[in-house]
């Protein structure tokens, strides 16, 4: 193994009370965490029900009727006494594990919590308008049965329309579709100032579409989407293949997987994923659309990973280093959420025997705990814990640097299993927050075609190794150097995760220009607070945050390279 490759050697960390509590907080995850979960998760099934039952001409009447309520709050602010706008969902609310820190100070809050209705399904136009707090599970399950689905549907049942679009969202269908925002046709927004608009890429708002994915909620609210739709068929056909060798070996059987060096287009698999178990082994999914008939063939075999008491799809697919490369059939929509019932694997941490059969017979239909009741159920000390001894965090990465990006991991954090998802980086019209290395298109990069860079989301979640061995480890000096590492590297971290970034080093690992553009042309300057101050860790007093809006003309971003 490589210099490079190499952990870092870490004295013994001391134990503290802290330890112990963690240690033990599946008691409190089990009688109180667990059974509020389910019980929310009932209501809001029974809440999406409801509101199917209604025809779209009533959710459209409703949903008129919330956006002139909105409209109205906002035109009644007083600028010079109330504070900054943002929504009124509780801090813990969200799925993200930034803490929500921006809320403590004094603030201007709008409601936007009956934004949850699935306004239309375009079967000729080929898509769906949603409110921003529709979920994926909510979405999939009134589309999947249609044979129609979003181009990109994000794992995790809970994670709703806004916060993809504000903020972050990739699946296995990225490579093609690219990130969760790319497939948004049109942004209905609610501007400073109470108008009410729908931005399009063609339109006199096209500025403000470019500038609203990664904005964190800062130019304005969103009110609805309309987003693409595709067809699909009711089952995938899934391959495991198993990749031995070096960090290096991994990533490029993972290129391989799903990017043919010859360019032909026509083996290029509909979901590809990877996930990498250690620094010598990795398996890694493609999956292809199959009809029904298909599926129930003589021979092929069905497997129904959305049960209960189903193995851990993490742990479901590791079987194939043992077995070799096999194919299966899932049922297209519990496909898609593969990864709920455990966190992806997250879960173990929470309930190191959740992952037992005994467990997932008899208590895996309360799988699982919803995350912002795992948010509520801490105190500040356990969430300090979490941020020192724990990474959850995305690296976005050019494809050709995934190796790289591995073993960067492998040193600094040892992190195991390491998730990999591949998504296009369009070259845009307009360059937004993020954007493809400039020239890629000359470079002829396996992965990468005209129109676009393909990028990995090297997804590394779970306690490191040293914390897992007992020795020390500085949560907070790791982020720094991975930020640091992606600066250097033309890489990305979404900001639902905890940012070590100073506001220059903000701005040189994302483009400011057109989001400071919109920022002024949309006034939303003095109302929202900036997409920096929103994503910073720490508390936000309302006197530095007044300060830093005073300031915008001064950025930190005009100093980047």
């Known amino acids: 193994m490589s210099d490079l490759q ?22 409190i995850v089990i009688f109180i965490v667990l059974p509020f979960s389910a019980t929310f998760y009932f209501l809001i099934y029974l809440g999406d029900m409801w509101s199917e039952s209604k025809s779209y001409e009533k959710r459209q009447k409703e949903h008129d009727e919330n956006v002139k309520k909105v ?33 403590r100070a004094r603030h201007f809050e709008v409601d936007l919590g009956e934004f949850r209705n699935i306004l239309e399904i375009n079967k000729e136009k080929m898509t769906a308008r949603v409110e921003p707090l529709v979920n994926m599970g909510q979405i999939s399950r009134a589309t999947v049965p249609m044979n129609l689905s979003l181009a990109v549907v994000a794992e995790l049942d809970d994670l709703t329309v806004g916060g993809l679009i504000n903020g972050y969202g990739i699946e296995g269908s990225s490579h093609i579709h690219g990130l969760f925002a790319d497939t948004v046709e049109a942004y209905e927004i609610v501007l400073a100032g109470g108008e009410l608009v729908r931005a399009t890429k063609d339109n006199e708002y096209s500025d403000l579409f470019y500038a609203i994915p990664w904005s964190q909620g800062t130019l304005g609210l969103l009110v609805a989407a309309e987003i693409k739709l595709i067809k699909i068929k009711e089952y995938m056909r899934l391959t495991y293949i198993p990749v031995k060798g070096d960090l290096q070996a991994l990533a490029q059987g993972y290129i391989d997987s799903f990017a043919p060096k010859d ?46 008491f189903k193995p851990w799809f993490y742990q479901h697919a590791q079987t194939a280093l043992k077995k070799g490369q096999f194919v299966e059939y899932i049922p297209t929509r519990e496909y898609y959420h593969r990864h709920t019932r455990c966190l992806y694997w997250e879960g173990k941490l929470i309930l190191p025997f959740g992952d037992q059969f005994w467990f997932r017979y008899l208590l895996g239909w309360l799988m699982p705990p919803k995350v912002s009741l795992l948010k509520a159920t801490q105190g500040e000390a356990i969430r300090n814990y979490y941020h020192d001894m724990h990474v959850i965090q995305d690296m976005l990465v050019p494809l050709y640097k995934v190796g790289d990006a591995l073993e960067w991991v492998h040193r600094e954090m040892e992190v195991y299993p390491i998730w990999l998802c591949p998504h296009k980086l369009y070259k845009q019209p307009i360059k937004g927050q993020i954007y493809p290395e400039p020239g890629f298109e000359y470079e002829n990069r ?85 997409v920096y101050y929103k994503s910073k860790k720490g508390r936000k007093t309302e006197k530095e945050v007044r300060e830093a809006e005073q300031a915008h003309l001064e950025t930190a971003y005009a100093e980047a390279d």
């Not at 109205?72 to 820190?101: F, Q, S």
């Not at 292809?288 to 990973?305: C, L, P």
């Not at 129109?451 to 982020?479: C, I, K, N």
């Not at 220009?513 to 300057?525: F, G, Q, T």
């Open 6 to 27: 190499t952990p870092l050697v870490r004295p013994k960390r001391k134990k503290t009370w802290v330890d112990y509590f963690v240690k033990f907080r599946w008691i």
């Open 71 to 103: 409209i109205k709050r906002l035109k009644n602010r007083d600028a010079a006494k109330d504070g900054l706008v943002c929504t009124a969902r509780k801090p813990w609310i969200a799925v993200g594990m930034r803490n929500v820190d921006y809320k």
């Open 263 to 308: 360019g032909d287009k026509s083996k290029i698999p509909d979901f590809v994923e990877g996930m990498v178990y250690n620094p010598t082994e990795g398996v890694m999914m493609v999956g292809t659309y199959a009809s029904k008939e298909e599926a129930k063939k003589k021979g092929n075999k069905i497997n129904n990973v959305g049960w209960w």
């Open 446 to 530: 396996q992965g990468d075609t005209e129109d676009a860079q393909m990028y990995t989301d090297v997804g590394v979640y779970y306690a490191p190794g040293p914390v897992l061995r007992g020795e020390e480890f500085d949560g907070s000096e790791a982020v720094r150097k991975m930020e640091k590492w992606l600066i250097e590297n033309h890489g990305f971290q979404p900001q639902y995760a905890v940012s070590e970034l100073d506001e220059k080093s903000f701005w040189r690992m994302f483009n400011g220009e057109l989001y400071e553009e919109c920022r002024k042309k949309y006034r939303a300057v003095g109302t929202f607070m900036s």
